[in-house]
């Protein structure tokens, strides 16, 4: 059996239009992930009481179960949980009117969010300590310190990691498929139930998937340069921060 490039050519062509809200299901996810992980990073550094078991048990659980899983926990899920409460409040919405890409959105966010925990948590630890006391000296109060100090150059050693999140949450929205959200592989699967050439519209999938990574892989190196040589960090020529 020949490989029907013409067909790959063709199914090239009609995935570039999907993938719009595979960026959208990415980075809408990578957007809260972050937020997560910057909340729960900070939790877990200072010890905040109450909080921070639950958040030693949350970034557990995630890492310790299959993106999959999540999925489906999320989607077979919330729908009870909404639909009781709905019962109980007397709503009139019901589960069946929420959009079924808002559940790949918070599947994907829980997800991201215990592993960037983990990425923000080893970039705030990278500080050095004199710059945190410093800052105290001059009267900063521990937000000011956080936002004006710490942050910045955290962000700065996180953005290697901060890529391959991206990266991956790119490649996790393919699981967005399972659920029957229209993206690149569910167009890419029912392309190929069409024409029984499953190679052939894979391959275009595999293609696009490529070429958008590599997309964010040069615009977060250009980010990681430019930051790293405002923020004057370590390995960055002092005539380049000029």
Same mark, same amino acid.
């Given at each position: 059996?020949?490989?029907?490039?013409?067909?790959?050519?063709?199914?090239?062509?009609?995935?570039?239009?999907?993938?719009?809200?595979?960026?959208?299901?990415?980075?809408?996810?990578?957007?809260?992930?972050?937020?997560?992980?910057?909340?729960?990073?900070?939790?877990?550094?200072?010890?905040?009481?109450?909080?921070c078991r639950p958040a030693d048990f949350?970034?557990?659980?995630?890492?310790?179960?299959?993106?999959? &899983?999540?999925?489906?926990?999320?989607?077979?899920?919330?729908?009870?949980?909404?639909? +009781? =409460? @709905?019962?109980?409040? /007397?709503? !009139?919405?019901?589960?069946?009117?929420?959009?079924?890409?808002?559940?790949?959105?918070?599947?994907?966010?829980?997800?991201?969010?215990?592993?960037?925990?983990?990425?923000?948590?080893?970039?705030?630890?990278?500080?050095?300590?004199?710059?945190?006391?410093?800052?105290?000296?001059?009267?900063?109060?521990?937000?000011?310190?956080?936002?004006?100090?710490?942050?910045?150059?955290?962000?700065?050693?996180? &953005?290697?990691?901060?890529?391959?999140?991206i990266v991956s949450l790119l490649h996790?929205? +393919? =699981? @967005?498929?399972?659920? /029957?959200? !229209?993206?690149?592989?569910?167009?890419?699967?029912?392309?190929?139930?069409?024409?029984?050439?499953?190679?052939?519209?894979?391959?275009?999938?595999?293609?696009?998937?490529?070429?958008?990574?590599?997309?964010?892989?040069?615009?977060?190196?250009?980010?990681?340069?430019?930051?790293?040589?405002?923020?004057?960090?370590?390995?960055?020529?002092?005539s380049s921060a000029a």
């Amino acid at each position: 059996m020949a490989f029907d490039f013409p067909f790959m050519v063709e199914a090239l062509f009609k995935l570039m239009l999907k993938i719009p809200i595979s960026l959208e299901i990415t980075f809408v996810s990578l957007i809260f992930g972050f937020l997560i992980g910057v909340a729960v990073a900070l939790i877990r550094i200072y010890r905040v009481k109450i909080l921070c078991r639950p958040a030693d048990f949350y970034v557990s659980v995630i890492r310790g179960t299959p993106m999959l &899983l999540h999925v489906y926990t999320v989607y077979l899920g919330i729908p009870l949980m909404f639909d +009781a =409460l @709905a019962k109980y409040a /007397g709503w !009139s919405a019901r589960s069946k009117d929420i959009p079924t890409i808002a559940f790949i959105f918070i599947a994907l966010s829980v997800n991201s969010g215990a592993y960037m925990s983990e990425t923000v948590r080893s970039g705030i630890l990278a500080v050095q300590k004199g710059e945190i006391e410093a800052g105290y000296s001059v009267g900063m109060t521990t937000m000011q310190v956080l936002r004006r100090i710490v942050l910045p150059q955290a962000l700065v050693v996180c &953005l290697p990691n901060l890529c391959n999140s991206i990266v991956s949450l790119l490649h996790g929205s +393919a =699981l @967005a498929s399972f659920i /029957g959200v !229209s993206e690149i592989t569910n167009t890419a699967n029912m392309l190929a139930g069409d024409n029984w050439k499953f190679f052939e519209s894979f391959v275009a999938a595999a293609i696009l998937y490529w070429g958008c990574a590599i997309v964010i892989e040069q615009i977060m190196g250009y980010l990681e340069r430019k930051m790293a040589r405002r923020c004057g960090a370590p390995g960055v020529p002092a005539s380049s921060a000029a």
